[in-house]
């Protein structure tokens, strides 16, 4: 693995170099979930709903504790941009050991409250009932998930995007497979329906979290991590790390709680609408990979870039990923509008739930291009190390903006599932211009690593 040549000329080709792997991976990481409904789909709305739900639970508590890797991943960038690889590699060490202890931590409370923490979400007690096998598996191995992250934050900080991307292909893959095997009970496997989903990704993170810290422990790649730097505690790089991450942590903890009492809120409609939410769910966050693509390699190349003395690239980095995110995520709104029912028919759903899930998709194409510049922009400014920007921008938008207006739209005014969906559209367009106004005040460039 060799440095980025971080110039101006390079600039599109070191874009592309880093975001075509994590568009992929996140694709990878997308059909895990959309595999997982599209299977379990033919057991019926019930089970659709189950494994959406406690599905959304699982993802929306690792991306809270990951986001401590926010941290690590943008002074690893900065380490790397200065040719210091030997501290950025006991930063990475710390990351993987702070995962490691957080996922033993919360592991066993997501084991003994799974079925509340399902009934609390709304759910319908037979619902609920489907949903606790699933998430108490998955919940059981959360510190392999926590560590695919921090694995795979560490590497992309240092410019590698490649190793995450064929990881998360392997890990789809063994899903898929099991998926097959486990759900339906094919050959000497048993018939565990909605828990053989839950079995099937926790065998595949399992072997994930294998092949990559192989790769970081073997020595072939740029952050070369040995085992003492994993058992020996670092205090000076885990006050780094949690200086910028906390606001990350607040961030992610507000924005997934936000997206909780949204699935609440949609939860309260019924069983049918929670499954059409699901389906549309899956479906646009296919739209959401080029925008998370292109924000990771923001990230590492502003996060370089400032560790060489380059502010200037680092503002052309921001500019350029944001025309390219908007131009895919653009396509992706015109694909929506002309394409929902299309789309959704491929999850085979009753027909109450096809059509309010084609509703929603052509709602989720209104929102693509301020995702697109939101995703962007946040960032290139995590990237920096501000990490305050964006999550001041999420503490108001959570509390007066998103759960408010899908509350007032879905319920109050009786919209529906189409309201819900409204609302959150409304809020990702002013998140847009926040951020774009928070970039343009330059606070990023003084945030000191």
Not at 62 to 76: D, Q, W
Not at 170 to 187: D, H, K, P, S
Not at 311 to 333: H, N, Q
Request: aromatic residues 10%.
């Amino acid at each position: 693995m060799h440095l980025l040549d971080l110039t101006e000329k390079n600039l599109n080709k070191n874009i592309f170099k880093l975001c075509i792997p994590v568009a992929i991976e996140n694709i990878l990481h997308m059909s895990v979930f959309i595999s997982d409904t599209l299977m379990v789909g033919r057991l019926g709305t019930d089970s659709i709903a189950a494994v959406g739900l406690a599905g959304t639970l699982f993802f929306v508590i690792s991306m809270i504790f990951s986001s401590l890797n926010t941290g690590s991943a943008s002074i690893v960038a900065r380490y790397i941009g200065a040719k210091e690889k030997d501290r950025a590699q006991i930063v990475g060490a710390q990351a993987i050991l702070m995962s490691l202890i957080l996922g033993l931590v919360v592991t066993p409370f997501l084991i003994f409250f799974a079925n509340k923490i399902l009934l609390l979400m709304s759910a319908e007690p037979h619902v609920a009932d489907l949903g606790t096998d699933y998430l108490q598996i998955v919940g059981g191995f959360l510190v392999f998930r926590l560590v695919i992250l921090a694995c795979s934050g560490v590497l992309r900080g240092a410019g590698d995007t490649r190793t995450p991307m064929k990881v998360t292909l392997v890990v789809n893959c063994i899903n898929i497979l099991f998926n097959w095997l486990l759900i339906f009970g094919i050959g000497p496997f048993p018939k565990l329906g909605v828990s053989g989903v839950g079995w099937a990704t926790a065998i595949a993170y399992t072997i994930g979290t294998c092949l990559l810290l192989t790769k970081l422990f073997a020595g072939k790649c740029m952050v070369h991590i040995r085992i003492h730097h994993v058992t020996r505690i670092h205090i000076e790089s885990l006050q780094r790390i949690l200086r910028i991450s906390v606001p990350a942590v607040i961030d992610a903890f507000l924005t997934q709680m936000g997206f909780l009492f949204f699935t609440k809120i949609v939860t309260i409609l019924g069983t049918v609408p929670l499954a059409a939410h699901q389906i549309a769910v899956r479906i646009e966050s296919i739209s959401f990979m080029p925008g998370f693509a292109l924000a990771v390699s923001t990230a590492t190349l502003v996060g370089q870039s400032l560790g060489a003395k380059n502010t200037d690239l680092a503002l052309l980095s921001m500019r350029r990923s944001c025309y390219f995110a908007l131009g895919l995520m653009g396509f992706f709104a015109v694909i929506f509008l002309i394409f929902p029912e299309q789309m959704a028919m491929i999850f085979k759903p009753e027909s109450r739930v096809l059509s309010l899930a084609v509703v929603c998709i052509m709602v989720a194409a209104l929102e693509q291009p301020a995702l697109a510049i939101y995703m962007v922009y946040a960032g290139g400014l995590r990237g920096a190390g501000d990490t305050i920007s964006p999550m001041i921008i999420t503490i108001v938008s959570t509390l007066c903006l998103h759960v408010p207006l899908a509350y007032l739209f879905g319920i109050t005014l009786g919209w529906g599932l189409a309201g819900v969906w409204f609302g959150a559209a409304v809020d990702w367009i002013i998140r847009a211009v926040a951020i774009y106004i928070l970039y343009k005040r330059g606070r990023w460039k003084r945030v000191s690593v």
